[in-house]
């Protein structure tokens, strides 16, 4: 842990480097190595960003599930910093989820939005978080903060098992349902490796945005205890 706070922006950067050539090798994959499918054409291809997306937006509210756990259990705000982190980088993959959905779902059904289930789940989770981030900022004491925002957190991730399983509880759904049965999606060979390129490059992405939403929240943390100490050494003076 040591070695990772005395070498951060050096991870960082070298972080940033393998992301922006894994986001260079995951376009070429994507829109000139992988064929085109058959009946979606070109629209087809914006799967190979939304469903890694989609995944690491699940990745960020487990974050502030646990995180949320966390602090309940220990009373440190050190696990708060990294519920509230995994929360907006969290709600941000949902944003790009939703828009890369919409952009989808324009030239195959005909219509940017559907009130089918997963995309209604999905549209309950993003209001659940933004109002998560809209309760932190309406508390000013941290610790009580910290409280209403862990219990928010922790019952607010119950929606996101309902957004993943949505397809298969409620039948009526249009929204497609991969089968992963044979081990590859079903996706032609190189298809699918166009996809874990895809994934690795989200995911090096996710990892980046989240590492660096992190380090702000402890330098904030860091900004009001020493502003905390030298209020205390005004008023002592």
């Known amino acids: 842990m040591d070695f990772i706070k005395k070498n951060i922006d050096t991870i960082t ?3 940033t480097a393998l992301t922006a050539l894994f986001m260079v090798v995951a376009l070429f994959m994507v829109f000139i190595h992988a064929p085109l499918e058959q009946f979606m054409r070109w629209p087809q291809k914006i799967f190979y960003f ?14 502030t599930f ?18 509230v982190s995994g929360a907006e980088v ?7 989820m939703l828009v890369t959905g919409m952009l989808w779902g324009r030239p195959i059904w005909g219509a940017y939005w559907t009130w ?26 941290e610790v009580t903060r910290a409280k ?46 166009a996809f874990k390129v895809s994934f690795v490059t989200i995911l090096l992405l996710f990892v980046l945005v989240f590492i660096q939403r992190v380090r702000y929240e402890f330098l904030k943390c860091q900004v009001e205890i020493i502003k905390s100490h030298k209020t205390r050494e005004t008023k002592q003076g």
């Open 13 to 15: 950067m070298a972080l």
């Open 50 to 63: 939304h469903v890694p997306i989609a995944i690491m937006c699940y990745v960020g509210f487990f974050i």
């Open 66 to 83: 646990v995180c949320s756990i966390g602090y309940l259990w220990s009373g440190s705000l050190k696990w708060d910093s990294f519920a």
């Open 90 to 96: 969290g709600l941000l993959f949902a944003n790009m």
């Open 116 to 141: 089918d289930p997963r995309l209604t789940t999905s549209f309950i989770m993003w209001l659940i978080f933004a109002g998560y981030l809209i309760l932190r900022s309406q508390v000013d004491d």
């Open 148 to 193: 209403y925002s862990a219990v928010m957190g922790i019952i607010g991730f119950a929606d996101v098992p309902l957004v993943h399983y949505s397809v298969k509880l409620w039948s009526r759904g249009i929204h497609p349902v991969i089968d992963r049965s044979g081990g590859d999606a079903g996706m032609h060979p190189d298809m699918f490796m």
